[in-house]
C-alpha cells in the first residue's frame, strides 16, 4: 500500500477575510463631514424652527417624493400647504456658499420646478442661517449661491434670508378687533336711583311725540 503524503495546506479559517478587508460601518472621518448626516442635522434643526412657528408639520413616507416636509399654517382661516425641500452647505466655496436646487436622476442633475416643491429652504450651518426661497426663482437658475458674510443687500438671494413671512401669508381681508375700556373718570356710581341723563330725556320725548303720529 501507497502511504498519503501529508497536505501542504493550510488549515481554513473559520471567518476568512479579504487582505484588505474595511469595516463595514466605518466611523466617520472628522477631517471629512459626512454629506449624508450633515443633510439629516439640517431636516432636523428646520423641524425645530417650523414648530417653534407653530406650523404643522408632515414628512412624507419613505425618500420617493421630492420634498422633505409638508408645512400647515393651521393657524390662519385659510389653510395653505407647502412642499419644503431642505438644502444645506456648510463651506466656502470661491467666497460663496452654494448648493444646487436639483434632483438626481440617474447621471443628471434635474432642477426643480413647481410640480416638484413650492419652497427651498436652504440653510447654512456654519452661520445657522436660513433662506426660504420659492422654486420658481431656483428653476432657472438651480445653483445658488449666498453671501450672508457680506453687507452688500443686492445679491440675488439676500432678500430671501430668514423669509419665513413667505410660508406664513397675511390675511387678505383681516378681521376688525374693536376693543373697548370703561373710562375710569367717567361718573356712573354716584348717579342717585332713578337719575336719567338730560340727553336720554329729551330722546325720550321726541320718540314718543313721534309715536303719537
Not at 497536505?7 to 481554513?12: G, V
Not at 336719567?196 to 320725548?205: H, T
Request: overall charge positive; hydrophobic content about 30%; proline content about 13%.
Amino acid at each position: 500500500m501507497s502511504k498519503r503524503r501529508p497536505s501542504s495546506r493550510k488549515p481554513k479559517s473559520p471567518n476568512p477575510q479579504p487582505p484588505n478587508h474595511q469595516p463595514l460601518n466605518p466611523p466617520d472621518n472628522p477631517l471629512r463631514p459626512n454629506t449624508k448626516r450633515t443633510g439629516e442635522r439640517s431636516e432636523a434643526a428646520f423641524l425645530y424652527q417650523a414648530s417653534q412657528r407653530r406650523f404643522a408639520i408632515c414628512k412624507p413616507w419613505g425618500d420617493s417624493e421630492r420634498y422633505d416636509f409638508i408645512l400647515d399654517n393651521r393657524p390662519q382661516p385659510e389653510v395653505h400647504l407647502f412642499r419644503i425641500q431642505v438644502k444645506c452647505t456648510d463651506a466656502l466655496r470661491a467666497a460663496a456658499y452654494e448648493t444646487r436646487a436639483t434632483y438626481q436622476s440617474g447621471k443628471r442633475h434635474i432642477p426643480y420646478t413647481k410640480r416638484d416643491i413650492d419652497f427651498i429652504a436652504a440653510h447654512i450651518v456654519q452661520l445657522n442661517i436660513w433662506y426660504i426661497i420659492p422654486v420658481e426663482i431656483c428653476t432657472p437658475q438651480p445653483m445658488l449661491r449666498f453671501y450672508p458674510h457680506r453687507k452688500a443687500k443686492k445679491m440675488r438671494l439676500e432678500k430671501y434670508r430668514e423669509a419665513w413671512y413667505l410660508l406664513d401669508p397675511p390675511v387678505p381681508n383681516p378681521p376688525l378687533n374693536i376693543h373697548a375700556s370703561i373710562d375710569p373718570d367717567y361718573p356712573g356710581e354716584d348717579y342717585p336711583e332713578g337719575w336719567v341723563p338730560d340727553e336720554e330725556i329729551d330722546l325720550l320725548v321726541i320718540m314718543s311725540e313721534e309715536w303719537q303720529y
